[in-house]
């Protein structure tokens, strides 16, 4: 079955403390994953990509294959970083996405 | 460009009454979806619709209808609103892909 599982509901850091958002994913394929954003009182937006590496606003994550992992990191937290962060599945020959739970961070100053 | 568009905002309506939510996008996107937030549950799929003329069931459709209307437009009805349908409705469109999806603002709906 696929499956995105984000395990915290809610983290709570202080600025300029590193970060870690947590996603694990079950796709017996290859999978493509993705993180989206939701800042307060906007839309969800798409945050990074595993395929393209790139790293946005501080954050990258890799894609663990053997863990099947793509948590989310950047090394020193923000208070503009403070949302709701989904990590998303793209299935194989598909056109939909599979969204976990979504993790709120919220960044303290 | 507007991007993708909802309405209303905001709807409050009595157990058993029906709406329809709006949503339309300006981007030339096939693939259109209607997803459902609720807290603790995430992002839920309702109903999508790959190109003009199709749709096809989410993981959560029981309770909604969908329209196609043209290729920018995509309605979700509610027939007989539940308490359950309380919730946050997001449109969303897409390239051919469903990768790289493009969200509204969202309508909060509650259903007293």
């Known amino acids: 079955a696929q499956r995105v599982t984000q395990p915290e509901k809610l983290l709570s850091v202080f600025k300029g403390a590193p970060v870690e958002l947590k996603c694990n994913y079950s796709?017996?394929?290859?999978?493509?994953l993705f993180w989206y954003v939701q800042y307060s009182r906007q839309r969800l937006q798409l945050l990074l990509r595993?395929?393209s590496r790139e790293s946005i606003k501080g954050f990258t994550a890799d894609l663990n294959k053997g863990e099947t992992s793509f948590h989310l990191k950047k090394p020193f937290a923000q208070e503009e970083d403070s949302a709701m962060y989904y990590c998303?599945?793209?299935?194989?020959?598909?056109?939909?996405?599979?969204f976990g739970t979504g993790t709120r961070l919220q960044v303290f100053p | 460009n507007a991007g993708v568009t909802q309405t209303p905002k905001f709807q409050v309506l009595k157990t058993g009454q029906s709406m329809t939510l709006q949503c339309a996008q300006d981007?030339?996107?096939?693939?259109m979806y209607w997803y459902r937030q609720d807290p603790g549950m995430g992002l839920r799929l309702i109903y999508y619709?790959?190109?003009?003329?199709?749709?096809d069931k989410g993981e959560v459709p029981n309770g909604y209808n969908v329209s196609r209307l043209n290729k920018r437009e995509f309605s979700l009805r509610l027939e007989s609103a539940a308490p359950s349908q309380t919730s946050v409705y997001f449109c969303?469109?897409?390239?051919?892909?469903?990768?790289?999806?493009?969200f509204g603002p969202g309508t909060r709906l509650t259903v007293l």
């Open positions: 998303a599945l793209g299935a194989y020959n598909t056109d939909k996405l599979i």
């Open positions: 981007m030339n996107h096939n693939s």
């Open positions: 796709y017996s394929g290859s999978p493509e």
């Open positions: 969303a469109s897409s390239d051919d892909s469903g990768r790289f999806q493009f």
């Open positions: 619709s790959a190109s003009e003329g199709t749709t």
């Open positions: 595993h395929i």
